[in-house]
């Protein structure tokens, strides 16, 4: 998650006194608004509790009224600050700092604590609405979710919720997953569009999950209406005579052959974003990145119209860092940037063993670049867990975002061509139907990971 305090505002208190808010935004989207004696209660806490030596520096008290340049200077250090806790594997984890943002959350929507229904899309489309609490967090309305559906506790890891935006030709923007920080109903209500749908979906990579999940017959519903909702939006591609196997699978009822058989395809499990901008192999490239496999997968148009394909596989990521920026709105002005004439820019920057002794940046500019971090950050938690022989049930549910680090001299997995031209014998299944019974922010470098690469 990329945490910013790009602005703040003078706002009226109770008495009619005004004050300084500072506006917290996660993934150039705002959050909470907070006072700073908001933010210097939740420091002493967390010092209270982990001590002096763990938490961060924090700025200090004013005796007197800040100037406007005394306020910026504390905007920045107070982003400093919440950028660090949060990267911090104890603090930004802690239950502490989460139930600060979720109350801070709520207090700056003004929503009042009461019960609601809230809807949860599935991959097929179907609905599930859930009775909760405004106030209850991402956890608990994903076990709500799976109460409704009597998935059993054990598999409730192996799924999430995923804040997403449906486009008026019926494409899937994968816009973040929730975290342990927000409250559901409250950043859904907020966004104040019916674009935005909160959706379930698996949540791990290694298809050999798979398995754990459709031994139970509502994870086999589950998997099976994804399965389908991938190939129907082309996310998974097909030939011909895989789509005949696929719709005789189908007819016949057959789900775990069906994902049996996807499972073979090309891009199965993988998460398709939008398509964006990159500078691999060159400057200005349009590109549709794909995230699955322990990998980006890259379809690239180059400037001569020609298409190339390649992948970028995280086992060769050295570490990778997310950038935001305000940038002015095209209207024809050179005017600086104002909170109505400006828009974030959001890049994902990775550095990359492109052979033995050559280490290079590759770069994406896209709107999703914090949600590619997330993915790439959760194939690296799976891979770390495998390769320790942990349970990934527990890791699951308890994934954190950041970036990884491994050592230069350190021997990492072989990678295909990076750009190939694409397979032209494949092509996007035709709709199939279905039914079932319902940031630069600082990155932390874990030095763990180097394990991978042994």
Known sequence: MH?????????????????????????????CRVRYSQLLGLHEQIKKEYGSNVVPAFPPKKIFTLTPAEVEQRREQLEKYMQAVRQDPLLGASEMFNSFLRKAQQETQQ?????????????????????????????????????????????????SLFLVREGVDGGLTFVRKLQEFELPYVSITSLRSSE?????????????????VMDNRVGLNLLYAQTVSDIERGWILVNKDQHRQLKSLQEKGSKKEFIHLGQTLKYYGYIKFDPCITDFPEKGCQVIVSAGNNELNFHVKLPNEQMKEGSFKVTRMRCWRVTSSQVPIANGTTNPCSSSKCEVKLELAFEYLM???????????????IMMSICLQSMVD?????????????????????????????????????????DPNREQIVKLSVSIFLTFFKGLCVSAAASLYC
């Not at 945490?3 to 989207?29: D, K, L, M, Q």
């Not at 935005?196 to 754990?212: E, N, Q, T, V």
């Not at 891979?383 to 050592?407: A, D, E, P, T």
């Open 382 to 422: 799976e891979l770390m867990v495998k390769k320790s022989g942990g349970s990934i049930k527990k890791m699951l549910r308890k994934r954190h975002n950041g970036s990884i680090h491994r050592s230069d001299s350190q021997q990492a997995v072989k990678s295909p061509p990076l750009l190939d031209s694409p």
């Open 111 to 159: 929503i009042p604590t009461e019960e609601v229904a809230l809807d949860i899309c599935l991959s097929n489309g179907q609905k599930v609405t859930v009775n909760i609490l405004t106030s209850d967090q991402t956890e608990d309305v994903l076990d709500a979710v799976a109460t409704k559906l009597d998935l059993p506790d054990d598999l409730v890891g192996y799924f």
């Open 196 to 212: 935005f749908h909160i959706l379930l979906r698996k949540s791990y990579w290694d298809m050999a999950y798979d398995g754990d």
């Open 3 to 31: 945490f910013s305090i790009p602005e703040t505002e003078v706002r009226s208190g109770e008495n009619g006194s005004t004050y300084v808010a500072y506006n917290i935004h996660v993934n150039g989207v705002l959050h």
């Open 355 to 369: 052979s033995k002794d050559r280490l290079q940046w590759v770069t994406i500019t896209s709107q999703q670049a």
